[in-house]
């Protein structure tokens, strides 16, 4: 009898002991879910404007995070961006992308009129990715502006019109881009006369902005110049296309001599 109470006895308290040990686990379980809630509460550390984390890298063709998307350890899920300094997406013609340089001043200005200061703080590299399968349409390259936006002015998701300083320059002659035409060889100008009609002149350009454009030599201040060819003036000369050279003696073939001579 003993020893079948013996043998009860050490049965219960094997089951005893497991039972604390599962317990045990289970309050060990439970701590750690209840940690990752309260982890899962995010808190503001300052006020500001809340914006959503990127999917995808965060690159151009990344989305918002939005509710039942994949995260990983380390996805950013919301942040409060500095507002006091900010970034600015722009977009650079392929045809202008050589000129402008990291640290160049740039004036943005907003769709409501709104003008800031910064300056450029990277150039991409290569195009943007949507352009690649564009063979034929002009490429842009991705660039950021930093803005100094102490005064709030500036919102994310805003439109905004970007120039950038290439160069300064003072006492130069300017016209519109459209006064000026190229044959491929020289520029070109219709200066007005005292008669009203338009005179061809040749000058030499330098740089231009898109809108307006130097005129180095050709031009004085104050001339007045047709933005369209004017009717019954002088046209443009066609560009001369170089001719082959002509074949010498030391280059000319001479025919085979006639066997039967």
Request: with cysteine; hydrophobic share 35%.
């Amino acid at each position: 009898t003993n020893t079948k109470n013996d043998a009860a006895l050490s049965q219960v308290e094997g089951k005893l002991k497991a039972a604390k040990a599962k317990h045990e686990l289970e309050v060990t379980k439970y701590d750690r879910l209840k940690q990752q809630v309260e982890g899962a509460i995010l808190k503001a550390p300052r006020d500001g404007i809340v914006v959503y984390g990127r999917q995808g890298g965060g690159g151009r063709d990344s989305r918002p995070m939005e509710i039942g998307a994949k995260v990983n350890e380390g996805s950013i899920i919301l942040q409060i961006p500095d507002m006091e300094r900010v970034l600015v997406d722009v977009d650079i013609h392929e045809s202008m992308v050589h000129m402008v340089k990291v640290g160049l001043p740039v004036f943005v200005t907003t769709d409501v009129g709104t003008t800031l200061a910064g300056q450029v703080e990277t150039i991409a590299t290569a195009p943007a990715s949507q352009a690649w399968y564009r063979n034929r349409a002009p490429k842009v390259y991705s660039s950021t502006v930093t803005i100094e936006n102490k005064n709030g002015k500036l919102k994310p998701g805003m439109n905004c019109h970007a120039e950038i300083v290439i160069d300064n320059v003072k006492d130069v002659i300017t016209v519109p881009v459209q006064c000026v035409i190229d044959n491929g060889e020289k520029s070109f100008v219709y200066v007005k006369q005292s008669d009203g009609k338009g005179k061809l002149t040749e000058v030499e350009t330098g740089m231009h902005n898109g809108e307006m454009i130097i005129l180095a030599k050709g031009l004085e201040a104050g001339a007045e110049v047709f933005l369209a060819v004017p009717p019954g003036s002088e046209a443009v000369p066609v560009r001369k296309t170089k001719e082959p050279p002509q074949p010498t003696k030391q280059n000319a073939i001479e025919p085979p001599a006639d066997p039967s001579a």
